[in-house]
């Protein structure tokens, strides 16, 4: 009786496991850590760096499940329309914005508004209804705000927003997002916006227009800087003062107004001098990995994603003692990885696409945009500990945006190097799997796993990027066991 019970019981906790899977919606990975799949996957790899592709993936099919859903993935999303005759309906509501447009009167918003909204609604490929709509609610951004339906974009942002998530690749609506963004005087955003097109969509023949674009706001966000600190009557003389002064004693106080003078120096250089003060201190107490081939071998993964990064930063890497899983990225290239995302990650592959993503965030400029954002708007003369006034904002967390944009370009770097483009994918359900929802430093600044897991699966095979290319396993388990001999 009592083995019945057993029997029971277990059969209640499997039902429950498979129960809870279905709702997470998180498809397993098979992991490259158990014994059969270890021995499977190390020969894919030999067989993937010897050329015999196809081979490989037969093998690595045996390790990795499909995604669940897979025929789903594919959304279909109708290809941009600029000619009225060519939508195959939508007449009559594009003539009679015509007509309120034509008007132009107070008298003529709701004609115009109500039919480009039914238009875009109906039609969301048609572009110059979608451009329209958006000039519109610029101009006349409390009349948006105020008859918006629950779940419609309420200001000519949010529909620029929507626009460009759903057609990344569509310049029209890139360019008026980063006009947007100019008029708002967000002359960063409107750089990482023209910067990420530059870098995702190289193939493009705007590509070298946003990229200029991209400089040319950047340094109109620096003059801008500048010109803030002119405006207060605030001298520059202090830079020299400041030139290096935190390599010798990362702890110095400094106040915001040395902070934003510290900004002006440009991405890299700030970037040096925070990589100085965190390195000053994780070396102070002990915490940094000195392992030269460890350190290699860190520098050779991430070697292969930047090349396809399209940034010419001076890349530094840096491992800290930690068990907890995180990484973080400052201005410039300078990656902070803990020794806990080395030993919970499954392979080589997985981690580049942590690495991926985290060199994607300086690329795109992100955390420079944070710094700026948390620094220039706050008390200028406030004086402050260096690491006590960048501490919390490296920690904080990124926008929804931001964290998209480094997973697109981080996993086009990712498939583009040769490794399993599924790598940051595989990553989040590892993350989840070890964890569930208990907090941890890395699923605490990220999107959520089931969420994110989606659109990374949709994303990989949308643009066809391989899931059954080089692993990496044999190597990662010897790093691996050399920090855990080390520890």
Known sequence: ???????????????????????????PVQSAATSDCFATM???DELYQAGKKKEAKELYRQCKLDFANSDETATEIPDPVYEIEELGGGRRLWQ??????????????????????????SYPQFVPAQLTLVDFCLRESEFCAQYAQEGQAKTAS????????????NPDFLRKKIEVFAAEEKLL???IAARQFSLVYNDYPEATEFAQLADNYLKKFESKVKQQLIGQTVVGTVIGVLAGGLNQNPYQVISGFQMALLMIQGESAFGEQMAAAFAGKYEKEGKLVEDGEVLNYIKGIAARITSYMGRDFDYKYYVVKN???????????????????ILQTNSEAELAGLLGHEIAHAVLSHGFLKM?????LGNLSQIVPFLDRVSPVVSAQYSQEAERQADILGTRSLALSGYAADGLRNLTVTFKKLHGDAPTNYLSTHPAPVERVSYLEK????????????????????????LKNSS
């Open 1 to 27: 009786m009592k083995l019945i019970q057993k029997f029971q019981w277990v059969a209640v906790g499997l039902s429950l496991f498979f129960s809870l899977s279905v709702l997470l919606n998180l498809p």
């Open 96 to 121: 009679q914005a015509q007509e309120g447009m034509e008007q132009d009167s107070d008298a003529f918003k709701s004609k115009i508004f109500f039919n480009l909204i039914g238009l875009t609604r």
């Open 189 to 191: 955003e409107a750089s």
């Open 158 to 169: 949010q529909i620029l927003e929507r626009l460009t998530e759903l057609y990344p690749d």
């Open 372 to 376: 700026a954002q948390a620094n220039l």
């Open 42 to 44: 190390t020969k894919a």
């Open 459 to 482: 994303m990989i095979h949308n643009n066809g990027y391989d899931r059954y290319a080089y692993e990496g396993v044999k190597k990662h388990r010897e790093i691996q066991e050399r």
């Open 323 to 341: 068990s907890k899983i995180n990484a973080f990225v400052l201005s410039g290239g300078k990656v902070f990885i803990n020794t806990g995302a």
